[in-house]
């Protein structure tokens, strides 16, 4: 279904949006029990949820707040993570064009979620459907899915369902329409390897972001027309 | 949990996400640019799913996660749809966390 190389058709983008939505109300809900154990109200839960919507900056900012870190450490830990979303908004800018406030509502979803999907798709058409559905669908899964965790609060054991790798195999899904071409392995590998190095010796978040450094292979002009992942999109055609 | 923190955290995300999008996205890119930017899913989101697999806070970690997550790459080359995907990540690490 999230496959770049062959012709899924709208309702195959739409599908696989809403079971993707599906399984991060899930993440929702174990983001929703980690808030209320962290000290956080039903309400700070939510808010959160409704309002920054980015799970992983979320999660940073609950953990350290957990583990008793000062309210500016969980925030700069939680906006290094949310930075990457700035770079996702790039790669989707071309792909997302047209009147401000739709743009400024589009904003809000920009995700790892949507960009996966949305760069997953081999045409404009279907990169704006698989962006605006998996948005959608995740904004309602996740704010749900954090309501019910935070109201819950306890007994849900994520690790008892194996959902802690549910999402690295979403993710993975996802991209591997871009490890099928040569650069983009290229950077992927690069950006696991800088990744895999950073974990144990900087704060949680900056693994991720230094891994963007991996897109420099692309400064290289590719040799042959293949050798881009897909897509003229980023190059400023609509 | 603060407030402010929220509050302060809803404002931050939006304008990092606001910044791609809005205010830099949309104006005509060098070349070269837009190569590295098409590079971007493939870099971040291989990043996200080693620190996913293989860490728990800032420590490395080899445990069911790295057996699960090894069938869902599988499935996924073979162009296994999401939700087969996911259902293996799932149910392999569940697996193996049983027997170990």
Known sequence: ?238 | MSWSLVVALAVGAYLCKLTGLVLIGPRRLPAVVARCLALVPAALITALVVKDTFSTGNDLVLDARAAGVAAAGVAAWRRAPLLVVIAVGAGVTVLVRRVA
Request: net charge neutral.
């Open chain 1, 1 to 238: 279904m999230v496959d770049g190389g062959t012709g899924s058709s709208t309702r195959e983008v739409v599908v696989a949006s809403l079971v993707l939505g599906a399984a991060v109300g899930v993440f929702g809900v174990t983001f929703g029990v980690g808030a209320v154990a962290a000290g956080g109200s039903v309400a700070q839960a939510c808010v959160m949820s409704l309002l920054v919507f980015t799970g992983a900056s979320q999660l940073s900012a609950v953990s350290v707040v957990g583990a008793g870190g000062s309210t500016a450490s969980a925030l700069g830990g939680a906006l290094i993570l949310a930075a990457r979303n700035g770079v996702y908004g790039l790669t989707l800018a071309p792909r997302l064009a047209g009147r401000l406030p739709v743009r400024l509502v589009a904003a809000q979803l920009v995700l790892d979620e949507t960009t996966a999907m949305a760069t997953a798709q081999p045409d404009a058409r279907r990169q704006r459907t698989a962006f605006w559905a998996t948005g959608v669908a995740v904004y309602v899964c996740w704010n749900l899915g954090t309501a019910l965790g935070a109201l819950a609060g306890t007994a849900i054991d994520p690790q008892a369902f194996g959902l802690d790798a549910a999402f690295p195999a979403a993710y993975l899904a996802m991209v591997v329409p871009h490890l099928r071409h040569p650069t983009g392995r290229r950077a992927g590998i690069a950006g696991g390897v800088i990744c895999l190095v950073l974990i144990p010796v900087t704060p949680i978040g900056v693994p991720i972001l230094c891994a963007s450094a991996a897109v420099l292979l692309g400064v290289p002009a590719p040799r042959h027309a293949g050798d881009v992942p897909f897509d003229e999109g980023t190059a400023g055609v609509p």
